[in-house]
Every structure is written in C-alpha cells, then in structure tokens.
C-alpha cells in the first residue's frame, strides 16, 4: 500500500451516539478519523499493531497499543484490541478525540517564488528543506501554510490537500504546479494520472554510470523493514509495489560520482531516489538511502576530506525538480517551464568537476 492510498480526511467527525458505537473517550462525542488503510485482498493474518506499525510513519507498537486499550483503533465499524488479526479488506480505522494536526491548516507569511501565475494555477520553485505539506513532525512552515495564506479558496486534492496536484520531497527542490479553480486540479491530477506531464531532474550520484542512458523498471513499494523508505519489488514480488518507470541520461562523469537528468513516467514516492539506488548509484549525500556515506572512491584521507567538504556544501541529496510541462487546463496551450540549478548543487558539481580532472578516468 503507498501513501497514496492512505486516505487522511478532513475534519471528519463520526458521530458515536448515530452510529451506534460504543463510547471510548467520556469527554467528547466525537471522534476525528486520522488514518485510513483497507487491506489486500491477499492480506495474510497480523496483529492489528503490527499491520499498523507498516503504514504510519513515526508510530512506535506502544503508542498504537496504548491507542488500541483507549478504544481508538476501529476495524470494519468496531474497536479492536491491539492482538486483532487484520485480514484480507478489513478496513482499519485510527480515530482521535482531536482533530489531526496537519488538517488544521494555518496560513502563514511565507515567501513564495512564483514562476508563473494566471487564474487557473501558478508554478512555484521550491527550495530544498521546505515540507510540501503538513505531516507527522511538521505542522507549520510548509508550502502549504504558504499558499493558503497568499491565496483564497484553493481547490482541495483527493488527500484535502489545498492546490497540490503533485509534491516533491522536503530536501528536493524545483518546481510544482498548484491549482486554484477545481477545474483546474482536475484537468491537471488527470495529466499526472495519464503521464503526460513532463517531469525532469537533475541529480547527482554515486559512482560513474556508464551507460549514456537507460531506464529503470520496478514496481516501487514499502520497504519491509524499513518503514521510511521504498525499494523496488521485481519478479514474484511486484505485486507489492506500483508499476514505476524512469528515464535517464548521463550528463557528466566525475569518476566516483556522475551528473545525470532523470524524466519520470511514473510518480511515485521517492521515485528517482528509489530507482537509481537499486541499479547501484544511490543519490550523493542522500541520508535515507545511504548516499551520505562515501560509496566510490579511494581509501586515502585527502580523498575523505574532500567528500566530506561536498556533503558540507550539499547537506541534502542532490536532486533537483528542473523542468515541468504540462497542457494548460483552460487555454490548452502546451506549457514548459525550467528553473536554475541550485547554487549548493552547482557548487558540489563543479568541486567534482575540479577533482575529475587528476584522476584517472
């Protein structure tokens, strides 16, 4: 299951006395679902904090038990204890006397770079270190925040997102496209859905790729162990992922690390990072999938140095939302946009660019 299909909803409130529910919490009514997750068809038998500890990200077994005795964890309509054995389209439900933090939507005074605007969308470059939406960990300071602050009745997504068609990761940075009629998030959420937006980064990586392109295939899902990372599922296992496809092209080789661009087909989470890990050149300096470590290269310390000195002027993966295209919603004028390369990621290529020149390639 990807996040996509967790289904956050705002400001639900399900009314117990209605519903015929029995009353967890004595001081409120009503409860406000937080988390929504149907299971697989083919869900073999789990404890319910266990199924649980798989999707929500943060959550500890302790703190989903201790939700599980409040009468907080609904499976099919009706409380569960924390050893329930989730099956197959069981739909479980967390549900909070409070409604979620991140549906609590606040604007605030946030500068925004606007690339363009007109009455149907703009096109905003983000910078890196800035959370698209509201999450576990993040409730204020997003682009989010931003946007309703700047602008007025913004059209919500299927996630009650107001104007996001699509995101990108906290450290990435570049372009988004942002409705703002209804009309226009339709027209455009289909574009994505039907891939024919046009999506290219820039990234550097790990090692030097050797061929001048290529294109990665592999289903894309939930790590198995690691519940704050995907990895691809190929063979037997592709049902556990979604189909996700990218394009790549070879820019420049440094040796121990190469610059590309990579066109998504597909959109999945964490997509480009997820992708060239698996064909072996994890994004550099990217922390989640292990590219804050030295991946190629020598033993010696100068060499250490000097990478190191790259992660400083880099402090996040290298990875850059450069181009975005997409048809207009309203005028159905083909629109193409680009936004400068980052200075931390133009500084760390040419550092590598320097070094390349004495070594032997």
Known sequence: MEKDQIKVVLMKTITMQ???FPQPQEESEDLYEHYSFTAEKGQQPLRVDKYLMNFIEGATRNKIQQAAKDGNIYVNDKPVKSNYKVKGNDVIKVLFAYP???NLLVGENIPIDVVYEDDDLLVVNKPAGMVVHPGHG???????????YHFDNLPKNSNERPGLVHRIDKDTSGLLVVAKTEEAMTHLAKQFFDKTSERIYYAL???NVEEDEGTVEGNIGRHPKNRLQNTVYIGDDAEKGKPAVTHYKVIERFGYVTLISCQLETGRTHQIRVHMKHIGHTLFNDERYGGERILKGTTFSKYKQFVENCFKILPRQALHA????FIHPTTGEKMSFNSEVPQDITDCVEKWRNYAKHIDM
């Open 18 to 20: 209605e519903n015929n």
């Open 100 to 102: 979620p933090y991140e």
């Open 138 to 148: 993040n409730y204020s300071g997003t682009l989010i925040n931003a946007l309703i």
């Open 205 to 207: 990586v790990w090692g």
């Open 322 to 325: 450069k181009t975005l295209g």
